[in-house]
């Protein structure tokens, strides 16, 4: 009995134990299961409080695996970024090579290229702001473009593109373009051919400069270096060539000029009488330069004065030869010619660049009756003696009439006029009147010259000539006979010359 007892214990025994290993392995398990729970909690929150500690960041830093045309920025607050990036901006190398060979090599921020700061901190805080609103648990990696803008310091930029950078072995030559030049052996205008030199033009070197950048910034915006190929595009530009059409039609107008000037001839008609001015004469006016042909201005103002001084009648001491066969001197000489220089001068330039034979007369401000030479008269005139009391009229050097007259009382203002004078007109009939004098007369024929006096027949008077003009002399006025008025009226015309002296 006491061994089914200690039989029934060791069971008892045997399933107790049984029981509380079962017990210890349970609660084993849920410890693991505590544990694994708890570690998958703890590592929840840490990624949660890793992406929310990131998130935080992310308002003032740049995110993670980020690259901007291939320059990481990967973390960085926006002014390190930007900071880095004017930088390495800065630092890219401008090589200038000519003919294969490098000359001059120097930095974006040497040369005075810089990325605009402002605009550059704008761009990253918007590129920040819109990835941390895409952003996910795991930052993927990521190159992006942005907007950017370049700005440029004139001063260092003229500093790096001056010609000390650019010396070299072979000799720089300035380009010319195509010019006129006066070949006096052919004796014509040619065109001297455009030459392409190779100094450079920093304007041109600016553009060639920008080009090779723009052309870097396509691929990207950070390189190590930009080549800039210095070529013909660099120099100095050639502007005018010898198939320029202004240049040619500037040819073919001055040797037409030129031709014109040999083809042209003048003759000044005076009269029967003329003045020739040749080709010869005009040809040594010319001055002929490499940029074009022109006239002399002082050798033809010297040549008009010349003319003028020999053929001008009017307002010089007169010298006449009376029907006696004396020779007067007439300081009043209000009749002839009178060349207006200026209008002379102008039409003379147009006839010299006309190239043809030209004949006229000259530009006459006053002229005469008729002329030959520098006779005026041409033996067409009146002729009047104050001391003889006596008239003739002459046309074509034949006597029309001669005739004793009536003069003007030889005292103050009622002395006849002395000089050479132009009738001003004719009239017929005519009324002479004078409130001066208080008188009122009709006349048949009426013929002014100079000053309110005339000619006019006088009816009342019944002889004429001899002395009573002292005494008994009209208040200037020539007077005539009827029969002599009249025919001197039917022979003259309005301009017809009249000569007045006296020899006393």
Same mark, same amino acid.
């Given at each position: 009995?006491?061994?089914? *007892?200690?039989?029934?214990?060791?069971?008892?025994?045997?399933?107790?134990?049984?029981?509380?290993?079962?017990?210890?392995?349970?609660?084993? *398990?849920?410890?693991?299961?505590?544990?694994? $729970?708890?570690?998958?909690?703890?590592?929840?929150?840490? &990624?949660?409080?890793?992406?929310?500690? /990131?998130?935080? +960041?992310?308002?003032?830093?740049?995110?993670?695996? #980020?690259?901007?045309?291939?320059?990481?920025?990967?973390?960085?607050?926006?002014?390190?970024?930007?900071?880095? +990036?004017?930088?390495?901006?800065?630092?890219?190398?401008?090589?200038?090579?000519?003919?294969?060979?490098?000359?001059?090599?120097?930095?974006?921020?040497?040369?005075? &290229?810089?990325?605009?700061?402002?605009?550059? *901190?704008?761009?990253?805080?918007?590129? $920040?702001?819109?990835?941390?609103?895409?952003?996910?648990?795991?930052?993927?990696?990521?190159?992006?473009?942005?907007?950017?803008?370049? @700005?440029?310091?004139?001063?260092?930029?003229?500093?790096?593109?001056?010609?000390?950078?650019?010396?070299?072995?072979?000799?720089?030559?300035?380009?010319?373009?195509?010019? +006129?030049?006066?070949?006096?052996?052919?004796?014509?205008?040619?065109?001297?051919?455009?030459?392409?030199?190779?100094?450079?033009?920093?304007?041109?070197?600016?553009?060639?400069?920008?080009?090779?950048?723009?052309?870097?910034?396509?691929?990207? @915006?950070?390189?190590?270096?930009?080549?800039?190929?210095?070529?013909?595009?660099?120099? $100095?530009?050639?502007?005018?060539?010898?198939?320029? $059409?202004?240049?040619?039609?500037?040819?073919?107008?001055?040797?037409?000029?030129?031709?014109?000037?040999?083809?042209?001839?003048?003759?000044?008609?005076?009269?029967?009488?003329?003045?020739?001015?040749?080709?010869?004469?005009?040809?040594?006016?010319?001055?002929?330069?490499? /940029?074009?042909?022109?006239?002399?201005?002082?050798?033809?103002?010297?040549?008009?004065?010349?003319?003028?001084?020999?053929?001008?009648?009017?307002?010089?001491?007169?010298? &006449?030869?009376?029907?006696?066969?004396?020779?007067?001197?007439?300081?009043?000489?209000?009749?002839?010619?009178?060349?207006?220089?200026?209008?002379?001068?102008?039409?003379?330039?147009?006839?010299?660049?006309?190239?043809?034979?030209?004949?006229?007369? =000259?530009?006459?401000?006053?002229?005469?009756?008729?002329?030959?030479?520098?006779?005026?008269?041409?033996?067409?005139?009146?002729?009047?003696?104050?001391?003889?009391?006596?008239?003739? #009229?002459?046309?074509?050097?034949?006597?029309?009439?001669?005739?004793?007259?009536?003069?003007?009382?030889?005292?103050?203002?009622?002395?006849?006029?002395?000089?050479?004078?132009?009738?001003?007109?004719?009239?017929?009939?005519?009324? +002479?009147?004078?409130?001066?004098?208080?008188?009122?007369?009709?006349?048949?024929?009426?013929? =002014? &010259?100079?000053?309110?006096?005339?000619?006019? /027949?006088?009816?009342?008077?019944?002889?004429?000539?001899?002395?009573?003009?002292?005494?008994?002399?009209?208040?200037?006025?020539?007077?005539?006979? @009827?029969?002599?008025?009249?025919?001197?009226?039917?022979?003259?015309?309005?301009?017809? =010359?009249?000569?007045?002296?006296?020899?006393?």
């Amino acid at each position: 009995m006491d061994q089914d *007892r200690n039989s029934y214990y060791r069971s008892e025994y045997k399933k107790e134990r049984e029981y509380q290993k079962k017990k210890s392995e349970i609660a084993a *398990r849920r410890r693991r299961t505590l544990i694994r $729970q708890a570690a998958v909690l703890g590592a929840v929150l840490f &990624f949660v409080c890793l992406y929310l500690g /990131d998130y935080l +960041l992310d308002q003032t830093r740049m995110p993670h695996r #980020l690259s901007i045309y291939g320059v990481s920025v990967s973390g960085m607050t926006k002014e390190n970024a930007a900071q880095k +990036l004017e930088r390495v901006f800065g630092e890219t190398e401008l090589v200038f090579v000519e003919n294969g060979e490098e000359l001059y090599r120097t930095t974006f921020a040497e040369a005075g &290229f810089s990325l605009d700061g402002d605009a550059l *901190r704008e761009e990253l805080a918007e590129v $920040q702001s819109s990835l941390l609103a895409e952003r996910g648990l795991i930052e993927k990696k990521r190159d992006i473009e942005i907007e950017y803008s370049v @700005l440029t310091d004139e001063e260092m930029l003229s500093a790096a593109l001056s010609a000390d950078h650019f010396v070299v072995d072979l000799e720089r030559t300035d380009s010319s373009d195509a010019y +006129l030049e006066y070949d006096a052996e052919a004796g014509e205008f040619v065109i001297v051919s455009s030459w392409q030199g190779n100094v450079i033009d920093e304007e041109n070197l600016r553009a060639v400069l920008s080009e090779a950048m723009a052309e870097s910034f396509e691929t990207g @915006l950070f390189e190590e270096s930009v080549t800039v190929k210095i070529d013909v595009n660099s120099y $100095q530009t050639v502007t005018v060539t010898e198939n320029s $059409q202004e240049l040619n039609e500037k040819l073919e107008q001055l040797n037409q000029s030129l031709t014109n000037y040999q083809n042209t001839s003048i003759v000044y008609t005076f009269g029967s009488e003329t003045e020739a001015l040749d080709s010869d004469t005009i040809c040594s006016w010319l001055e002929i330069t490499d /940029d074009g042909v022109e006239m002399d201005t002082s050798l033809i103002w010297t040549y008009i004065d010349e003319l003028s001084a020999k053929y001008n009648t009017k307002y010089n001491t007169r010298s &006449f030869t009376t029907t006696a066969g004396d020779t007067v001197t007439l300081e009043n000489n209000e009749y002839g010619y009178w060349i207006d220089k200026d209008a002379e001068y102008t039409q003379l330039c147009e006839d010299l660049e006309s190239g043809t034979q030209v004949e006229r007369e =000259p530009v006459y401000s006053d002229s005469g009756l008729g002329r030959e030479g520098t006779d005026d008269l041409a033996g067409s005139y009146i002729e009047v003696s104050l001391d003889k009391q006596h008239l003739w #009229l002459y046309k074509d050097y034949a006597l029309v009439i001669e005739t004793d007259i009536v003069s003007g009382k030889p005292v103050e203002e009622r002395e006849t006029l002395q000089g050479a004078f132009s009738i001003a007109y004719k009239a017929s009939p005519y009324t +002479l009147s004078s409130e001066y004098y208080g008188y009122e007369t009709d006349v048949t024929y009426w013929m =002014p &010259f100079a000053n309110g006096q005339g000619l006019h /027949d006088a009816t009342w008077r019944s002889s004429f000539g001899g002395t009573r003009y002292i005494t008994n002399g009209s208040h200037g006025c020539i007077n005539l006979p @009827l029969a002599a008025a009249e025919t001197i009226y039917n022979t003259i015309t309005a301009g017809y =010359p009249i000569i007045i002296y006296s020899r006393e």
